[in-house]
Every structure is written in C-alpha cells, then in structure tokens.
C-alpha cells in the first residue's frame, strides 16, 4: 500500500488522507459522503433496541427549542403556548414539504 492512502476503513474502502500529518481528514467527494451517512444511519437504527428510546432527547431538545421560540419569557398560558407549539411544527412540516417539492 502506498504512503500516501490511509488505512482501510471498516467498510473496507480506502481513504486518502488531505494534508502533510493525514490524521482524520479524508478526502471524498459528496456523493461518497453522502453514501457513507446512509451506511451509517441504516447501521444504527439496525442495532437500535428501542428506536423512541433512542430519539426521545432529540425530541425533547426539539419540543424546548419551540416552547423557547414561540414563548421566550414563558408569559403565556399553558394551553396558549401548546397551540402555537402545534403551529411551529406544523410550519416546520410544511416548509420541508416545500423544500421536497422543489427537489423534484
């Protein structure tokens, strides 16, 4: 093997490293990128006990971060603040279905 290639990655795919040292900076292209984050992503949700257990702090960081948006002193009412949480999401939902529509 050449100096210059870097070791074999646990997919087997070798990488060359970018710079004099090579250490952790791969050079790759986005569509090998975008690849290798698929690979990934299908390897840990197939070893994935419990995939709500897995994404509920995600969730949870998501829930706060709209409460803040949509709240940010907290000075509205429980029931208020949970309607226009609805809203956010819905928003949320509606925008990337836009962004879908127009990658196609």
């Known amino acids: 093997m050449s100096p210059r290639l870097g070791a074999p ?7 060359r490293p970018i710079g004099s040292a090579g250490f952790g900076i791969y050079e790759t ?5 975008v690849l290798r984050a698929r690979i990934a992503s299908v390897h840990r949700w197939s070893v994935c006990e419990d995939r709500s257990a897995a994404t509920l702090p995600g969730r949870q960081a998501l829930a706060s971060k709209d409460e803040r948006a949509v709240d940010p ?3 509205l009412n429980p029931d208020e603040r949970a309607k226009r949480v609805a809203l956010r ?3 949320r939902a509606l925008r990337a279905a836009l ?3 127009h990658g196609r």
Not at 10 to 15: D, E, I, S, V, Y
């Open 9 to 15: 990655s646990r997919l087997g795919l070798a990488r």
């Open 29 to 33: 292209n986005t569509s090998e990128r």
């Open 73 to 75: 002193d907290m000075k």
């Open 89 to 91: 999401r819905q928003e």
């Open 99 to 101: 962004i879908r529509w």
